[in-house]
């Protein structure tokens, strides 16, 4: 029973990390149904910035983020206004070419400014757990999952109660009404691009200390990100909190009781079964909807 006990918290403390990397993803797409390939390269570039951070100076990878954080955004800001934005209205695929192009440029300067070799950050606390009863929690999964729900909790506020979340809703719901009331599409658009692009400078901080990483692992991460957003319903936030537990969920069980080189085949599985049932995902309806209103 503790075994199980354990795998069911440790799945919950990476779902929460997955949930936090998959939003930006699922809210670039909410709004713009832009399907950005470039997001698990952009989980990458943090990462190694918070890297170097950590080995030059010795902050805590996962504080880091303060830093990493504001200067995605403005990285994501300035690429939407400067090259995304050329491809707004377009088919999905546009988006997907356009955005894996990005992906790419960025592996190729990794390559070259930092070398093809695995990293990963390992502050003082790296090997250390909390003990409760039975049940042992890693810190970096504890310190990252606080980081996730904090950010998770802040951008569902920005979203909820503020004016620029009513703004980004009202477009992602239905463009032309809300261009009626005054909301600038291509202004909320670059915002919505930017708050997408900034959840990756927590969510690669928070990478850098759990996973090693490379230049490549992009491919990898963007690969999760897609199925978790594809099984929670592509631009539904809460879906991708769903389906990024599920994902935790199923590495850390499979990984108990069988394998972990099986877990993300049985993530996938679980994947096809539920899209069998439900082709829009598990919180589709609401996008589905939308993109008939729109």
Do not use: C
Not at 18 to 33: D, E, H, K, N, Q
Not at 109 to 119: P, T
């Amino acid at each position: 029973m503790a075994q199980l006990v354990q795998a069911l918290v440790l799945g919950i403390l990476i779902g929460g990390v997955y949930a936090l990397m998959a939003s930006g993803l699922t809210l670039i797409f909410g709004v713009m149904r832009i399907i950005n390939i470039a997001q698990g390269a952009f989980l990458i570039l943090v990462a190694t910035v918070t890297w170097w951070l950590w080995r030059e100076t010795g902050i805590d990878p996962i504080i880091a983020s303060v830093i990493t954080t504001p200067m995605m955004f403005a990285f994501g800001w300035v690429l939407y206004r400067t090259v995304v934005s050329r491809i707004r209205g377009q088919s999905a695929s546009m988006s997907v070419l356009l955005t894996f192009g990005i992906a790419l440029v960025i592996e190729g300067i990794l390559n070259v400014a930092s070398g093809n070799k695995f990293r990963s950050a390992t502050p003082s606390y790296f090997e250390q757990s909390f003990t409760v009863g039975s049940i042992h929690l890693p810190k970096p999964q504890v310190y990252g999952f606080l980081a996730a729900v904090v950010v998770l909790a802040g951008l569902y506020l920005v979203l909820t109660r503020t004016w620029t979340g009513r703004a980004i809703r009202a477009v992602s719901q239905n463009p032309s009404a809300a261009a009626l009331v005054g909301v600038s599409a291509t202004g909320t658009a670059a915002l919505a691009f930017a708050l997408g692009t900034a959840s990756a400078g927590v969510g690669g901080s928070i990478l850098s200390v759990l996973y090693p990483f490379f230049p490549a692992s992009h491919y990898d991460w963007i690969s999760r990100l897609l199925g978790i957003v594809v099984l929670g319903g592509m631009g539904s936030l809460p879906g991708a909190m769903v389906g990024a537990l599920v994902l935790g969920l199923a590495e850390t069980l499979t990984a108990t009781y069988g394998s972990l080189r099986w877990s993300t085949l049985v993530f996938y599985l679980v994947i096809m079964v539920v899209l069998l049932v439900r082709p829009q995902g598990l919180f589709g309806a609401r996008l589905r909807e939308d993109g008939v209103t729109a």
